[in-house]
C-alpha cells in the first residue's frame, strides 16, 4: 500500500483569505491528480500533474509536483465559498490510484 | 451531467438481502474501478478492470462480487453484507491505467449510498 497523507485534515477560513493543502508520501509516483468532491457526489478532476517540478494554475488554484514525484500542494487565493468541499490528492502508478486521507475546506462568507 | 451513472443513488438492505450497484460510463474508457468511502477513511480500492479483465482484487471479502460484462459496464453484487459495509461507493473509470507516461485520470460517477441494517 502507497499511503499519501494530507495535511490538514480539516480547514476552516474566511472568504477571501488564502490556503495551502500539502499531499505527502514516502513512495514515487508517475503522476498525481487533485480531485474535489461536494457532499453526495463524486469526486472532480481538478488537475493532473506528470514531471517533477510541475506547477500548474487553474484560476485561482495552483497545483505544484515535488521534484522527486513523492509529495504535491495545493494552494488557493482569495477562497471563496464555493471553493467549499473535500480535497483529495492520488497517485498513480501502474494501474492503480493511491488517494490521501483528504482535506475538508469550508469557507465561510 | 457526467460520463459515469451509478444506480441506485441510494440503498437500504438487510444483512441478508441480495442487491446489486450498477456503473455504466459514456467515454469509451478501457479501465473501470469501485471504490468505497467511508467517513474518516481514504478512498479504498476494491477492484480494477481493464479491458474486461480484473486485474486487482484488495482483498476484498467475498460478499462483495464483481462483473464487468463489457468495457462499459461494471457491477458489484452484494451479498450477506455486514453493518460496517455501510458507505458511498462509487465507481470510476479512466482512459488507460494509472501509471506510465499516460495520465489514465479518473472519472467517477456520483456514488451509490449503501446502508446496511
Request: glycine content about 10%.
Given at each position: ?7 490538514p485534515?480539516?480547514l ?5 483569505e ?90 465561510i462568507? | ?46 477492484f ?25 459496464h ?36 456520483e ?7
Amino acid at each position: 500500500t502507497q499511503l499519501l497523507e494530507q495535511s490538514p485534515q480539516f480547514l476552516s477560513i474566511q472568504e477571501g483569505e488564502n490556503l495551502t493543502v500539502y499531499c505527502n508520501s514516502s513512495s514515487v509516483f508517475s503522476s498525481l491528480q487533485w480531485y474535489r468532491q461536494e457532499p453526495g457526489e463524486g469526486p472532480v478532476l481538478l488537475v493532473t500533474v506528470v514531471t517533477g517540478g510541475e506547477v500548474k494554475k487553474l484560476k485561482r488554484l495552483t497545483f505544484q509536483f515535488g521534484d522527486a514525484r513523492k509529495d504535491s500542494s495545493l494552494h488557493i487565493t482569495a477562497a471563496q465559498p464555493g471553493d467549499t468541499g473535500l480535497y483529495l490528492c492520488a497517485g498513480g502508478n501502474q494501474d492503480q490510484f493511491y488517494f490521501g486521507t483528504g482535506t475538508s475546506l469550508t469557507v465561510i462568507p | 451531467e457526467t460520463g459515469v451513472t451509478q444506480t441506485p443513488r441510494h440503498l437500504v438492505m438487510g444483512m441478508t438481502n441480495k442487491k446489486s450497484l450498477k456503473c455504466e460510463q459514456h467515454l469509451g474508457h478501457n479501465a473501470m474501478y469501485w471504490y468505497k468511502q467511508s467517513a474518516k477513511k481514504p478512498l479504498e480500492l476494491m477492484f480494477v478492470y481493464s479491458l474486461e479483465e480484473r486485474v486487482e482484487n484488495n482483498s476484498v471479502p467475498s460478499r462483495f462480487s464483481p462483473e464487468c460484462p463489457n468495457s462499459s459496464h461494471l457491477f458489484l453484487h452484494l451479498h450477506t453484507l455486514q453493518p460496517e459495509d455501510s458507505a458511498l461507493y462509487l465507481c470510476a473509470s479512466s482512459l488507460y491505467g494509472a501509471g506510465g507516461p499516460r495520465t489514465g485520470e479518473l472519472f467517477f460517477g456520483e456514488g451509490s449510498r449503501l446502508t446496511v441494517l
